[in-house]
């Protein structure tokens, strides 16, 4: 029997920060107000209003990835969690986000310190700048250079396809040069033992009893062994003899 063996779930890091805020209008408008945006699980007393976002849970499905908002008549609270396997900086950047458009949907009933929230955002923009090392120029110019390779690559590649389209006419045009000569050759090649013999004849006749085979295949373009095939089965025949 397999030993059972025990997994331990990695738990994902709480975080916290406050910033100062002023109650102008109330928790229930605002409740009202925020359910549009269908984000939220929402909860208001007459002191407290709660905003919970459950991103993801575990596999005993518990809250895992979420967060918490806290708005009082004196500050707004915001407490999430953050992933092992995820960047701290990021997740925060993410929520000071989210927290931002909450709050400009109820800019008529809910004030911030501006100067302190203020902060917060820079100090987490200012995080994230940090945390761009050398390394990370180096990546961002090793992209470039790739990148006007890839498009010297993509011009060459371009010139490539012309030139193949260009070679593949010339092939198309020599392969239909070939066809048309070989059809002219088969043509040539089909006379008969007859018609070369009466061809040859006529040839010698007009020529004061002489045959030039080099001229005789250039006129009629035909192969020279095949002329001397004929000439020679014209005198096995007694057709013609040869002098000298």
Same mark, same amino acid.
């Given at each position: %029997?397999?030993?059972?063996?025990?997994?331990?779930? +990695?738990?994902?890091?709480?975080?916290?920060? *406050?910033?100062?805020?002023?109650?102008?209008? *109330?928790?229930?408008? %605002? +409740? !009202?107000? #925020?359910?549009?945006?269908?984000?939220?699980?929402?909860?208001?007393?007459? @002191?407290? #209003?709660?905003?919970? !976002?459950?991103?993801?849970?575990?596999?005993?499905?518990?809250?895992?990835?979420? $967060?918490?908002?806290?708005?009082?008549?004196?500050?707004?609270?915001?407490?999430? &969690?953050?992933?092992?396997?995820?960047?701290?900086?990021?997740?925060?950047? $993410?929520?000071? @986000?989210?927290?931002?458009?909450?709050?400009?949907?109820? *800019?008529?009933?809910?004030?911030?310190?501006?100067?302190?929230?203020?902060?917060?955002?820079? &100090?987490?923009?200012?995080?994230?700048?940090?945390?761009?090392?050398?390394?990370?120029?180096? #990546?961002?110019? !090793?992209?470039? +250079?790739?990148?006007?390779?890839?498009?010297?690559? @993509?011009?060459?590649?371009?010139?490539? %396809?012309?030139?193949?389209?260009?070679?593949? +006419?010339?092939? =198309?045009?020599? =392969?239909?040069?070939?066809?048309?000569?070989?059809?002219?050759?088969?043509?040539?090649?089909?006379?008969?033992?007859?018609?070369?013999?009466?061809?040859?004849?006529?040839?010698?006749?007009?020529?004061?009893?002489?045959?030039?085979?080099?001229?005789?295949?250039?006129?009629?373009?035909?192969?020279?062994?095949?002329?001397?095939?004929?000439?020679?089965?014209?005198?096995s025949l007694g057709y013609i003899k040869l002098k000298g």
């Open positions: %029997m397999e030993e059972l063996k025990q997994i331990q779930i +990695a738990e994902p890091s709480i975080h916290t920060f *406050t910033t100062n805020g002023r109650l102008i209008g *109330t928790f229930e408008a %605002m +409740a !009202n107000r #925020l359910k549009s945006l269908n984000m939220f699980e929402i909860t208001y007393e007459s @002191k407290k #209003l709660i905003l919970i !976002n459950v991103e993801s849970r575990d596999i005993k499905k518990n809250p895992y990835i979420f $967060f918490i908002i806290t708005f009082t008549d004196k500050s707004v609270n915001v407490e999430y &969690s953050v992933a092992p396997d995820s960047s701290e900086k990021l997740r925060r950047l $993410f929520i000071i @986000k989210t927290l931002t458009g909450i709050l400009s949907f109820v *800019t008529d009933n809910y004030a911030i310190d501006n100067s302190e929230f203020y902060q917060q955002i820079d &100090s987490s923009i200012d995080s994230i700048l940090q945390s761009l090392s050398q390394s990370y120029s180096s #990546l961002f110019s !090793n992209y470039d +250079a790739i990148l006007d390779e890839y498009k010297e690559i @993509k011009k060459l590649n371009i010139e490539l %396809m012309n030139s193949n389209k260009v070679l593949i +006419a010339q092939s =198309t045009k020599l =392969t239909e040069e070939k066809d048309l000569f070989k059809e002219k050759l088969d043509k040539l090649e089909k006379y008969s033992d007859e018609s070369l013999m009466v061809m040859v004849q006529d040839w010698i006749e007009s020529h004061n009893n002489t045959i030039d085979i080099g001229e005789f295949s250039k006129d009629y373009i035909l192969p020279q062994p095949r002329i001397e095939q004929i000439i020679n089965k014209m005198v």
